[in-house]
């Protein structure tokens, strides 16, 4: 069955890539599994992803160097990276991995629970702001005269009331968050946009 979240799994082991999806098996998501980090960067030339699953450690192109041009690409640079890294080095791969603009990492052989967690987090943001664009793309209609009258009234506070969820998972993952400065670069970016939107929000509807 094919869900509307997908997360992209990239690690040249098949076992990892089979092992990532049969963890997040009972989650809402569909996992698309890659095997090198050219395969992955193709692969997001045209497909939306709410996260991807990065091994550090891959031939041909490590995890270190996808992870810079992911970032450096506008279209996927606020897709959030989690590595995947190797218990024995996972100190200075986790660093490392926080400079190119990861924000979280998990070390293999994984604990499932610890996995299905860090994800559920990601995977709820990505739901919450796609029913955002949702919502916008409504209320823009309903501005523009396609809707009838007083709906417009009704999207704004629904939009509003959806606004203050996203507000509130960027504050509790903020509060998770446990890395270096630099690990909470796509939470800036992340705050930074509902904080445009809320101004934006308050503009059109104030006092609401």
Known sequence: MTHATRILAVDDREENLVAVAAVLDVLPVEVVPVSSGPAA???????EF???????VMPEMDGFEVA?????????????IIFLTAAGSADEQVYRGYQV????????????WLLRAKVSVFVEL????????????LLRRAVSGDAQAGEGDRLLRSLGDRLARVED???????????PPAA?????RL????????????????GG
């Not at 709410?50 to 550090?56: F, G, K, R, W």
């Not at 998972?169 to 890395?179: K, P």
């Not at 909470?184 to 800036?188: A, E, P, W």
């Open 41 to 47: 960067l193709k692969q997001l030339l045209n497909d």
């Open 50 to 56: 709410a996260l991807i699953l990065l091994d550090v």
């Open 68 to 80: 810079g041009r992911i970032k450096s690409r506008p279209r996927t640079r606020d897709i959030p």
């Open 101 to 112: 603009g990861a924000v979280d990492y998990v070390t293999k052989p994984f604990d499932p």
């Open 126 to 137: 990505h739901r919450r702001h796609m029913r955002l664009r949702r919502q916008a793309e």
């Open 169 to 179: 998972d960027v504050a509790r993952l903020r509060s998770r968050r446990a890395g």
């Open 184 to 188: 909470d670069d796509d939470l800036d």
């Open 191 to 206: 705050e930074s946009h509902v904080g445009d939107l809320r101004e934006a929000l308050d503009a059109l509807f104030p």
